[in-house]
């Protein structure tokens, strides 16, 4: 698989899966626009990115104002010429049953995670379809698919993520924009023990997981990352519209 001609942006690039896509990426030719909001925890992913002597540019903001959005891919565009992958990994969880949900917690979970993916997407297809087609890869979950206890807004925000990866998948096929919906279950990232209404330990929230999971594991941000990169590979164009489960054997049953 080759990626030396491939511009890439990556949102919430500076943590977790995201960050873990840049590195993966960072690894090939392609040349990297990575998108986060903290500036000193995104200088150090741009320089780790840069000594691997990848192309590589750093824009902070928030992906929730479709302005960013649009700026972003002009910038990208203006800076490599196309923008020819777009990884939408930025998102935020607050846990809670829909009668603990406030609205700010739905406004706020619904901002981030599907907002920010319809904004950077749109704007995207917009630069993909002038230069002969994409690929964009939004990160959703496996409670886009089955549902979980205690995560109302973060279930039915990836719900969503997933129906709008399906729906821009046929509107834009026949201009050669691939767009597909990776869905994690539990993944070893920050994300995964934090929001919860009382303090647990590490240990004990990835018991919790691997207790669930068929395999007996909890994934590493990598095995995300790989995915992605083969989504985003021109021996994966045939594939397009997919919520493609990596989560153990979770939605297996």
Same mark, same amino acid.
């Given at each position: 698989?080759?990626?030396?001609?491939?511009?890439?942006?990556?949102?919430?690039?500076?943590?977790?899966?995201?960050?873990?896509?840049?590195?993966?990426?960072?690894?090939?030719?392609?040349?990297?626009?990575?998108?986060?909001?903290?500036?000193?925890?995104?200088?150090?992913?741009?320089?780790?990115?840069?000594?691997?002597?990848?192309?590589?540019?750093?824009?902070?903001?928030?992906?929730?104002?479709?302005?960013?959005?649009?700026?972003?891919?002009?910038?990208?565009?203006?800076?490599?010429?196309?923008?020819?992958?777009?990884?939408?990994?930025?998102?935020?969880?607050?846990?809670?049953?829909?009668?603990?949900?406030?609205?700010?917690?739905?406004?706020?979970?619904?901002?981030?995670?599907?907002?920010?993916?319809?904004?950077?997407?749109?704007?995207?297809?917009?630069?993909?379809?002038?230069?002969?087609?994409?690929?964009?890869?939004?990160?959703?979950?496996?409670?886009?698919?089955?549902?979980?206890?205690? =995560?109302?807004? *973060?279930? @039915? +925000?990836?719900? &969503?993520?997933?129906?709008?990866?399906? /729906?821009?998948?046929? !509107?834009?096929?026949?201009?050669?924009?691939?767009?597909?919906?990776?869905?994690?279950?539990?993944?070893?990232?920050?994300?995964?023990?934090?929001?919860?209404?009382?303090?647990?330990?590490?240990?004990?929230?990835?018991?919790?997981?691997?207790?669930?999971?068929?395999?007996?594991?909890?994934?590493?941000?990598?095995?995300?990352?790989? =995915?992605?990169? *083969?989504? @985003? +590979?021109?021996? &994966?164009?045939?594939?397009?519209?997919? /919520?493609?489960?990596? !989560?153990?054997?979770?939605?297996?049953?």
């Amino acid at each position: 698989m080759t990626y030396s001609k491939k511009v890439v942006i990556v949102t919430g690039a500076t943590s977790g899966i995201g960050e873990a896509v840049v590195q993966a990426f960072a690894s090939t030719e392609a040349s990297i626009v990575l998108v986060g909001r903290d500036k000193e925890r995104g200088q150090r992913a741009l320089e780790s990115v840069q000594k691997l002597n990848c192309p590589a540019e750093l824009m902070l903001g928030d992906v929730t104002d479709s302005a960013f959005a649009d700026h972003v891919i002009n910038f990208t565009v203006e800076r490599f010429g196309k923008v020819t992958v777009l990884v939408n990994s930025a998102g935020v969880i607050r846990r809670g049953s829909a009668l603990e949900t406030t609205d700010d917690d739905w406004h706020h979970t619904f901002q981030a995670n599907v907002n920010g993916v319809f904004y950077f997407s749109r704007a995207a297809v917009k630069a993909m379809r002038r230069t002969g087609g994409g690929s964009i890869i939004n990160i959703a979950s496996s409670v886009a698919l089955v549902g979980c206890p205690g =995560l109302a807004a *973060y279930c @039915a +925000s990836k719900g &969503a993520v997933v129906l709008l990866t399906r /729906a821009m998948a046929l !509107d834009h096929a026949k201009e050669q924009i691939s767009i597909n919906a990776v869905c994690p279950g539990a993944v070893d990232t920050p994300m995964l023990v934090s929001a919860h209404d009382k303090p647990v330990s590490v240990d004990e929230v990835l018991q919790r997981n691997v207790d669930a999971i068929p395999q007996g594991r909890v994934a590493t941000p990598q095995e995300i990352a790989s =995915l992605t990169l *083969y989504l @985003a +590979s021109e021996e &994966a164009r045939h594939i397009t519209g997919v /919520a493609l489960p990596i !989560d153990g054997g979770v939605t297996a049953g």
